[in-house]
Nanobody
Framework: VQLQACGGGLVQAGDSLKLSCAAS????????MGWFRQAPGEEREFVAT????????YYASSVKGRFTISRDDAKNTVYLQMSSLKPEDTGVYYC?????????????WGQGTLVTVSS
C-alpha cells in the first residue's frame, strides 16, 4: 500500500488549506485513516483521525473546530480541511492508514506534505 499526500504549501495566518492523501496498491476495504504532523525540532503529533465506518472523527484539541477530516471510499482518499490556520500549525503533515484484516491490522505512512503558515 502506498500513500500519496499532497496539498501543502505556504499560506498566511487565517487562510485555509486542504490536504489530501490517496492510497493505492493492495488496500483493504476496512480501514481507518488520519493525519499527524511534525513541526521543526518537535516530535510527531496526532492531528485527526476518522474511523473505519467514517462516522466517528477525533481531533487534537489544538485543531478542533478549525480542521475537518473526511474520506472518500470510492477514491481511497482522506482529506484534511484546515481553516483559520495559525503559525503554530506549520509542519510536515503525514497521513497514515490502518488496514484491517481478520484478526490483524497493518499501518502505512505517507511521505508527508509541508505546510507553512506565516504570521
Amino acid at each position: 500500500v502506498q500513500l500519496q499526500a499532497c496539498g501543502g504549501g505556504l499560506v498566511q495566518a487565517g487562510d485555509s488549506l486542504k490536504l489530501s492523501c490517496a492510497a493505492s496498491g493492495r488496500t483493504s476495504s476496512s480501514y481507518g485513516m488520519g493525519w499527524f504532523r511534525q513541526a521543526p525540532g518537535e516530535e510527531r503529533e496526532f492531528v485527526a483521525t476518522i474511523s473505519r465506518s467514517g462516522t466517528r472523527t477525533y481531533y487534537a484539541s489544538s485543531v478542533k473546530g478549525r480542521f475537518t477530516i473526511s474520506r472518500d471510499d470510492a477514491k481511497n482518499t482522506v482529506y484534511l480541511q484546515m481553516s483559520s490556520l495559525k503559525p503554530e500549525d506549520t509542519g510536515v503533515y503525514y497521513c497514515y492508514r490502518r488496514d484491517y484484516g481478520i484478526g490483524s491490522s497493518q499501518d502505512y505512512w505517507g511521505q508527508g506534505t509541508l505546510v507553512t503558515v506565516s504570521s
